[in-house]
T-cell receptor, first 113, second 113 residues
Framework: GAGVSQSPSNKVTEKGKDVELRCDPI?????LYWYRQSLGQGLEFLIYFQGNSAPDKSGLPSDRFSAERTGGSVSTLTIQRTQQEDSAVYLCASGKAVNTEAFFGQGTRLTVV | QKEVEQNSGPLSVPEGAIASLNCTYSDRVSQSFFWYRQYSGKSPELIMS????GDKEDGRFTAQLNKASQYVSLLIRDSQPSDSATYLC?????????????FGQGTILTVHP
């Protein structure tokens, strides 16, 4: 597709379970960003990738959160032992280069019950 | 001090008026500036990017950048009810976190008929 694709669109999980969120960036985009947005709040930076490496992981809230990117394309955000406070919309964005615009996917709404 | 601050809202303007949205940033070495629009329940959509001092116009939108004052603004002329949304200012800075895209908290704009 032409845009950033995230899957699943919605995920409901039980507290304590692990979840994986996937992001397919726009083809050829080397920069990839993950953000989290809680209800009625702003965008919270989590991590960004340049190619397969992550120069800035400073936004990951705890060691339960990890992310990887393979082949300079697809990225996976993993949350282990989910907690209710992890409930939010997780947004992925990609850009042609780190100094250019970034375009967002539709997000994954995560609900931890 | 927050890295990116936007004028407090919500902002309400009548249809046909000019809406003025403001943003200041703290990191003087920031180089790239963006405005996103986010409708309720949707992901952010890029509407303007600006990289050098001065004005940049695109249709009804004008972005203004003043790096000396660390200030960026967005003007929406002939505001329409469909412009009602949250507007997010975003800044990219150079250095060790090169490429990190930092967002302000957003300004809610309502255009009433």
């Amino acid at each position: 597709g032409a845009g950033v694709s995230q899957s699943p669109s919605n995920k409901v999980t039980e507290k304590g379970k692990d979840v994986e969120l996937r992001c397919d960036p726009i083809s050829g985009h080397t920069a990839l960003y993950w953000y989290r947005q809680s209800l009625g709040q702003g965008l919270e930076f989590l991590i960004y990738f340049q190619g397969n490496s992550a120069p800035d992981k400073s936004g990951l809230p705890s060691d339960r959160f990890s992310a990887e990117r393979t082949g300079g394309s697809v990225s996976t955000l993993t949350i282990q032992r989910t907690q209710q406070e992890d409930s939010a919309v997780y947004l992925c964005a990609s850009g042609k280069a780190v100094n250019t615009e970034a375009f967002f996917g539709q997000g994954t709404r995560l609900t931890v019950v | 001090q927050k890295e990116v601050e936007q004028n407090s809202g919500p902002l309400s303007v009548p249809e046909g008026a000019i809406a003025s949205l403001n943003c200041t940033y703290s990191d003087r070495v920031s180089q790239s500036f963006f405005w996103y629009r986010q409708y309720s329940g949707k992901s952010p959509e890029l509407i303007m990017s600006i990289y050098s001092n001065g004005d940049k116009e695109d249709g009804r939108f004008t972005a203004q950048l003043n790096k000396a004052s660390q200030y960026v603004s967005l003007l929406i002329r002939d505001s329409q009810p469909s412009d009602s949304a949250t507007y997010l200012c975003a800044v990219k800075r150079w250095g060790t976190s090169y490429g990190k895209l930092t967002f302000g908290q957003g300004t809610i704009l309502t255009v009433h008929p």
